[in-house]
Nanobody, 127 residues
Framework: QVQLVESGGGLVHTGGSLRLSCATS????????MGWFRQAPGKEREFVAA????????YYTDFVKGRFTISRDNAKNTLYLQMNNLKPEDTAVYYC????????????????????WGQGTQVTVSS
């Protein structure tokens, strides 16, 4: 079992930046593949980025490539999402998620593939 707690959300203007953090409990963080998702009002939860358990490989959905960076610090049991050049359409609740991967290089982009979720942090981008 792993507990996830997101932080770092807030209100920014278009073009601004935020850094989200996802702190995890326990000593097994490095065993989990991690992901970031977001959900806007009235919409389904959607994939944003994923990272393998070592952090060697990262994956992004097209609409954040070049603007967002996912990273992890296994020594600090923390996942990050650096978001730059934010747009109003990025407004959503952002969630981190974790699962034990099938292989060391596995990553996942479907919400149904993750076992553990944080409570979410609100990101609002004003125009």
């Amino acid at each position: 079992q792993v507990q996830l707690v997101e932080s770092g959300g807030g209100l920014v203007h278009t073009g601004g930046s935020l850094r989200l953090s996802c702190a995890t409990s326990g000593r097994t963080f490095s065993r989990y593949a991690m992901g970031w998702f977001r959900q806007a009002p009235g919409k389904e939860r959607e994939f944003v980025a994923a990272i393998t358990r070592s952090g060697d490989n990262t994956y992004y959905t097209d609409f954040v490539k070049g603007r967002f960076t996912i990273s992890r610090d296994n020594a600090k049991n923390t996942l990050y999402l650096q978001m730059n050049n934010l747009k109003p359409e990025d407004t959503a609740v952002y969630y981190c998620a974790a699962r034990a991967p099938l292989t060391s290089g596995s990553y996942y982009y479907s919400p149904s593939e993750y076992d553990y979720w944080g409570q979410g942090t609100q990101v609002t981008v004003s125009s």
